[in-house]
């Protein structure tokens, strides 16, 4: 399977519940002492979903909205309650959408922009409130697109950048500010990014990282880095990273560097090879590499403790590379020592899933592909906590 081969049905729409509609899914076991480095099963999703997003918000809860199942896109999104181990239906999207972008909001709310909507790249945005659990409409992006990268910066505003629309690749950017409700368009990158990262420095500056870039067989990945200084609205290109990545995980470690990790596209290098940036130098040193239990579609987030989890994925065999195994396995990957250790099983094979953090440190994976005894593959609602 690929990411996205449900996302992009055309002229299918899955309307989300009413506002204000609450339903629980069926109960798991509550957040509790857990014995480290193990899985645990939690409740299950109301509705199966793959390619959604999923953004921790400043209740502790966490929002799960949008991807798609058999039924086509979806606009209905869900909160899961660490407290309890339940989901429960909250208000859906005003259009249902993947690739989009999710970010957290000073105020608690959290803003949705731009993805896929019905086979077109869209330009609306809409604001969640926790508090009436429902989506509103909120000023439209100067630009449609998708795949772009959202980031919260230090004055509350959130500058997205990047992405790509039926025009192709993007390197402009723009910002979106919450008291306003509006986009307004800001310095444009020097290189056109979609599936980049993007990391909040202490400084204050905004690092983005990697993305495709277009070359003579297409489009490839770009080992291409640059820094956007919200003072002056500008971009600065900076040292490049020592190999191409395409939609790579950054994090921001405890001593100000921030790690890259995962999707190289270079032959010969492994994919998971390990980065870490210094902004006092402005320059990038290798880290050792993560041995993921699978070699594409794993789902990777960093820990409190700056480690970083890898789970699940597939492997390809066969001579037409057409058998696909799930994967339940989970690594650990240290970038203070560049070393990888696996660590306990999901309870179940999956795949483009999503990670999310609590505030409990526990972490949360949630929906995706799985894959029974039998080698069918499907797209499921449960979800399991990860006790580091």
């Given at each position: 399977m690929r990411k996205g081969t449900l996302g992009r049905v055309a002229g299918l729409l899955v309307v989300g519940l009413a506002a204000g509609v609450v339903v629980a899914s069926l109960a798991g076991p509550a957040v509790g002492s857990q014995t480290p480095g193990t899985w645990t099963r939690t409740g299950s999703m109301i509705t199966p979903r793959v390619g959604q997003t999923a953004v921790l918000l400043a209740n502790g809860q966490v929002l799960v909205m949008g991807g798609s199942n058999?039924?086509?896109?979806?606009?209905?999104a869900e909160l899961f309650n660490p407290a309890t181990g339940k989901f429960t239906a909250t208000g859906g999207m005003g259009a249902a959408r993947t690739l989009f972008t999710a970010t957290p909001l000073r105020n608690g709310q959290a803003l949705v922009t731009g993805g896929d909507v019905g086979g077109a790249v869209t330009s609306s945005a809409e604001v969640f409130n926790p508090s009436t659990g429902t989506f509103t409409a909120t000023g439209s992006m100067t630009v449609p697109r998708e795949r772009g990268t959202?980031?919260?910066?230090?004055?509350?505003?959130?500058l997205v950048a990047?992405?790509?629309n039926s025009s192709g690749d993007?390197?402009?950017?723009?910002?979106y500010n919450p008291t306003t409700g509006t986009f307004s368009p800001t310095g444009s990158m020097n290189v056109a990014r979609p599936t980049a990262n993007a990391t909040l420095l202490p400084n204050r500056q905004v690092l983005v990282a990697g993305g495709a870039t277009c070359c003579n067989n297409g489009c490839c990945s770009g080992g291409?880095?640059?820094?956007?200084n919200p003072d002056t609205g500008n971009w600065a290109l900076t040292a490049s990273m020592s190999f191409p990545r395409y939609g790579p995980l950054a994090g921001?470690?405890?001593?100000g560097q921030v790690l890259e990790i995962c999707n190289i596209s270079d032959p010969g290098v492994p994919r998971c090879g390990t980065e870490l940036?210094?902004?006092?130098?402005?320059?990038?040193?290798?880290?050792?590499?993560?041995?993921?239990?699978?070699?594409?579609?794993y789902a990777y987030t960093m820990l409190n403790n700056?480690?970083?989890?890898?789970?699940?994925?597939q492997n390809v065999f066969g001579q037409d590379q057409q058998t696909h195994v799930l994967q339940s396995g989970a690594t650990l990957f240290d970038p203070t020592t560049g070393n990888s250790t696996s660590t306990g099983s999901m309870n179940i094979p999956r795949e483009d899933h999503t990670l999310t953090l609590l505030q409990n440190g526990q972490m949360l994976a949630a929906g995706g592909y799985t894959q029974n005894n039998k080698g069918k593959i499907t797209v499921t609602a449960s979800a399991e906590l990860f006790t580091p």
């Open positions: 058999s039924s086509g896109a979806l606009s209905s959202a980031t919260l910066l230090q004055n509350g505003q959130v990047g992405g790509d993007l390197s402009s950017a723009e910002l291409s880095t640059e820094l956007y921001l470690l405890a001593n940036y210094n902004p006092a130098s402005g320059t990038w040193s290798q880290d050792g590499a993560a041995s993921p239990s699978a070699e594409e579609s700056g480690q970083v989890l890898i789970s699940g994925g």
